[in-house]
């Protein structure tokens, strides 16, 4: 059967999006079709919702993928036949199998960042409940469904907008690289991550799950049907990550420009370097983790079934396994990011250079051992909680480099405030009190009563947040004249940054207090002598709401009709502002040839790089 | 330019109208660069702001008065870890935040030609060093005092005056009293006798739950096909009419009826607990 697209589907600027649907839905119902066949000739009931779509899905995943464009592009090369290898321009580049990873960068990025903002929209609601102690927006089942879609969305986005955003953006070209090592997998990275929200959307349509971002079973194996289509969300992305994870690995290992050896690489690829490696290592726990729960559930597998002899814990360790480095994958690209940008606009080297990178790889090697911090409370045995305690608590000594990095490279710089330098400086402030209440949760003593509450809610959205999405926000700003050619309202951006930051603080800062104060967390209902700080936290929350509108406002006129940006308008050093904006496919038009590090900023004469053959500071080949 | 350098462990940098080749690695920087990075007059400034603001901090962390009520004396125990956890990050916050700040005023770009720095660094040994010992020591003493000393108070005592058997069930408390032959299913309301050490046996009968006691600071999850114990010592009697910490409360994510998993307590006299077990349902055994 020949299964390439016609010639209407290849031109028509959706129709891989609309074959790839097609092809995908097709055969998901062939497959849950014959699934159900099956079960009626065995004689059992042929319409099980968990069964049925667990084996159908992965037909109608490969369906998808298949049509949008594996097959033409890629598969049919394995069969001897002719690849199509045509390639679209302009926008329709962003509906396609386009391998080019600027493309693909934006491409995580639109996407993650409209989940980011409907999620946030889920936190509206559950900060509307909250406004009262008592239940007034929603039945106890629904707000368990919203406050759990908005935990595992949150989480999806902070995994993968920064590095599948900007590591495929930034990466290839800040090493001086053409694209990244396999295009084409690349490209399979975003369209498996494209699959997730379809999901997690469709749990609508299945009960919605309830057993929030962690899905701690046995709840998890008993729940609603949505919780199946969570599971293989989180597999999906899990995928996509693995895939993205040795893309980025051999990319900063293989693709780096003549001179850029690993000392002379932008902290942020380092940083999405260390990530990758964690996510190579250990994405696929959670993926056993969310499989072992499916087969509880659909065959009764008893993993985590006591009755049969099985262990919740066992979940919660696997869980955690991934998770936690995943907090990481989540945190330390912004982290980086920040400091990236620290060193541009404060006009100086980034500080002790080496010794953040040291930070950064110690993070990485100290978040495998450092787990069943986040079961303080589950029974472990007393040398268990000796273990972790002090595991946690020296993972702070590799992240107070960080910190070194960011304080030294200001002091004494020429910073220039502008709006990603304001992010950056603001990544700093929140990611200090997300650490150092990380110390309260990292002490047993304490952790015990602050265990599930508010306190640990605060916490994780100063880090997370704080730190990775803020992050995420001085990229935006720091590369939009790259990515668009096109300059933002500095006065908007600025606007936006302030109302941000400071409704962030009202909104978390507070969580704080009632977390101490007995109230825990993943509730509609609580004491009303805590009404009043809700008040506060709820209006600080719809005023952080709101300012993302002037953040949309801005990005989305100024992409249609803002200035021309010139190549470097930051007159950074790095690779990227050493090309035109917005870069031209496979990034420039002379080979870059390193020749000293990326934020020699005080040494006028030295360029970071050189372009064309001519020039061979090295004498070498 | 001749002196552009080839090798990646060495870079040029000018400062003052000098040239100066000097080392990447950041073990030997030369005194030039000690000498921009520690300057007097802004060391000193932030120095006096960083003291003033820490004392202020500190001050306000011994004496802030954020604390839930607490039940009994390790609860005050924690409390005091928790005071002492504030107080030393005080100094930590207030040093970064005196920095960023002052860097933001101090040291911000004030016309476009401004655009360098009179002095660049790379790195400086002294105060990469110090930081690691600074930051290594206070780690290595948060983790002796209040983590280890915390775990050991959490665990050394392991001797109890009366047993209460917890079931958590989707969604209500069970308990029984094993020693007294009785038992109180889906309980509304949980009385305790004051000043009595107990151990709390803790499970769930389908999926986890987490016996709470906000009051105590203590908590520890129900796990299906497993006894978790906690040991606590009854104080002075309280009970949930005055103050709503004074509960069980469910912790951990367990269904629609997880927030309202709760039970009040009331912690009473001996006698008064007394009266209220003879009113409970007897345990019939072989009935569990």
Known sequence: ?????????????????????????????????????????????????????????????????????????????????????????????????????KVIGVQYLVTFLSMFLLAGVLAMLMRIEHMSGDQVLFSPAQYNYVMSLHGITMVFVAVAAVIGGFGNYAVPILIGAK???????????????????????????????????????????????????????????????????????????????????????????????????????FTQYIAAAMLMTLLDRVFGMAFFDFTEGGDPLLYQHIFWFYSHPAVYIMGVPGLALALEVISHFSRKPLFAYRWVVGGILGITALSAIVWAHHMFTAGLSTAELFFFITTTEVISIPTGLIFLGALGTIWRGRLWLRT?????????????????????????????????????????????????????????????????????????????FWWTFLSFNLTFLP??????????????????????????????????????????????????????????????????????????????????????????????????????????????? | MAEICHKTSSILTTSSGTTTVIDLTGSEPQAHERKTLLNGRNVVTVFVIWLGLTVLGVFGAYHADIYPIAGNHLASQ?????????????????????????????????????????????????????????????????????????????????????VVEALAAQWSWNFTFPEHGVKLDKANDLMLPQGTRIRFDVTSRDVVHSLWLPMYRMKIDAVPGRTNHIYLTTGEPISFSEDPNVRVQCAELCGTGHPRMQVRVSIVDQQEFDIWLGGLEPVIVGNE
């Not at chain 1, 497959?31 to 919702?49: H, K, N, Q, Y």
């Not at chain 1, 008993?222 to 899990?238: C, K, M, R, Y």
């Open chain 1, 179 to 281: 694209d990244m090592a396999y295009p084409r997998l690349n490209a399979l990275s975003f369209w498996l991550a494209a699959a997730v929200p379809v999901l997690l959307a469709a749990t609508f349509f299945a009960g919605g799950f309830d057993a929030g971002w962690t899905a701690y079973a046995p709840l998890s194996t008993e729940n609603s049907d949505g919780q199946v289509l969570f599971n293989l969300a989180f597999i999906t992305l899990g995928l996509s990550s693995i895939a993205g994870s040795i893309n980025f690995i051999v990319t900063v290992i293989k693709l780096r420009a003549h001179g850029m050896g690993f000392d002379r690489l932008p902290i942020f690829v380092w940083a999405v370097f260390a990530m990758s490696l964690l996510g190579f290592f």
């Open chain 1, 1 to 101: 059967m020949q299964l390439a697209p016609t010639a209407f589907l290849r031109d028509w600027a959706f129709g891989p999006l609309a074959f790839g649907m097609l092809v995908g839905l097709v055969m998901f119902f062939a497959a849950a079709g014959l699934i159900m066949g099956v079960r009626a000739w065995a004689g059992t009931e042929p319409v099980a919702f968990g069964p049925v779509v667990l084996g159908a899905y992965w037909f109608g995943l490969a369906g998808w993928l298949l049509g949008i464009g594996v097959w033409s592009k890629w598969a049919k090369e394995w069969l001897g036949l002719p690849v199509d290898r045509t390639m679209k321009t302009g926008w329709q580049r962003y509906f396609d199998f386009t391998t080019d990873h």
């Open chain 1, 511 to 621: 969580m704080f207090w009632l977390g101490l104060n007995g109230m825990n967390r993943r509730i509609a209902v609580y004491p009303e002598e805590l009404e009043f700080l809700n008040l506060l936290v709820s209006l600080g929350g719809f005023s952080l709401g709101a300012s993302f509108l002037v953040f949309l406002y801005n990005i989305l006129k100024s992409w249609i009709r803002g200035p021309v940006a010139e190549a470097d308008p930051w007159r950074a050093r790095t690779l990227e502002w050493q090309t035109s904006s917005p870069p031209p496919v496979e990034n420039f038009t002379e080979a870059p040839r390193v020749v000293s590090g990326p934020y020699d900023y005080g040494s006028p004469s030295t360029a970071h790089a050189v372009f064309g053959a001519s020039t061979n500071p090295d004498g070498a080949g």
């Open chain 2, 78 to 162: 924690v409390d005091d870890a928790f005071r002492l956890l504030m107080m030393l990050a005080v100094p930590v916050f207030t040093f970064v935040v005196t920095i960023l700040v002052y860097s933001m005023v101090r040291f911000r770009r004030k016309t476009d030609a401004d655009d360098t720095p009179p002095h660049t660094f790379h790195s400086h040994g002294g105060v990469i060093w110090g930081w690691l010992v600074v930051t290594s020591g206070l780690t290595i003493a948060v983790l002796i005092h209040p983590g280890f000393t915390g775990l050991r108070e959490l665990t050394a005592d392991r001797h109890q005056d009366m």
């Open chain 1, 420 to 496: 990603p330098m304001l992010f950056a400086l603001a990544v700093v402030f929140n990611f200090l009190i997300g650490g150092l209440t990380g110390i309260f949760l990292a002490d047993v003593f304490t952790d015990i009563h602050l265990q599930d509450t508010f306190f640990v809610v605060a916490h994780f959205h100063y880090t997370i947040v704080g730190a990775g999405i803020f992050g995420l926000f001085a990229g935006i700003y720091y590369w939009f004249p790259k990515i668009t050619g096109r300059t933002y309202s500095e006065h908007l951006a600025q606007l936006h």
